[in-house]
């Protein structure tokens, strides 16, 4: 990247929460960013409006495989965590539950995460984590759409969300 130039990492899941973040990586790209993209799944096996966003960014930029992501301090400037969002019903594992711990342990990684509707991991009807061991994804903002989740304001909701702005749509 050049001298000065922001750099993000936006972390796409296997559907339409890893749309956002196609849309995510655009917008930024277009505003002068470096941005990075890693998807976990099969963009094969993609929803249809995921696949849209997806084929979009693919003309702009490459997506690699999520276990290349940077793991902690890789000096991104922002991380966009949309890899699950409040369809998940399972705990995280494997390489994303790694990653997601990796948002807990360094609170100046966790303030430079932003999480699409909620963050992975987090049950968005109670605000618990999804699963008895598992961490969520620590966030310092989480932008959701419509109208704000009870999994935002219940339990660890508060602690995992950081500062919570909701976006009309036009739903």
């Not at 750099?7 to 973040?21: K, S, W």
Request: with cysteine; glycine share 14%.
């Amino acid at each position: 990247t050049d001298e000065g130039e922001l750099r993000a990492v936006v972390l796409c899941g296997p559907g339409n929460n890893g749309g956002d973040g196609f849309v995510v990586a655009r917008l930024l790209k277009g505003r002068g960013w470096a941005v990075e993209v890693f998807l976990y799944g099969d963009p094969d096996k993609l929803p249809p409006d995921a696949r849209v966003n997806y084929e979009r960014w693919c003309a702009m930029g490459e997506v690699r495989r999520f276990s290349q992501v940077p793991r902690y301090s890789q000096g991104a400037d922002l991380y966009v965590d949309a890899l699950f969002g409040t369809g998940l019903t399972r705990p995280l594992e494997g390489e994303v539950l790694d990653w997601a711990a990796g948002r807990a342990v360094d609170p100046d990684l966790a303030a430079r995460t932003v999480a699409v509707d909620i963050p992975s991991g987090l049950c968005s009807d109670s605000g618990r984590q999804l699963g008895r061991d598992t961490q969520a994804v620590m966030a310092g903002l989480t932008v959701t759409f419509h109208v704000g989740k009870l999994g935002h304001v219940l339990d660890s909701g508060p602690y995992r969300c950081g500062k919570i702005v909701v976006k009309d749509i036009g739903l």
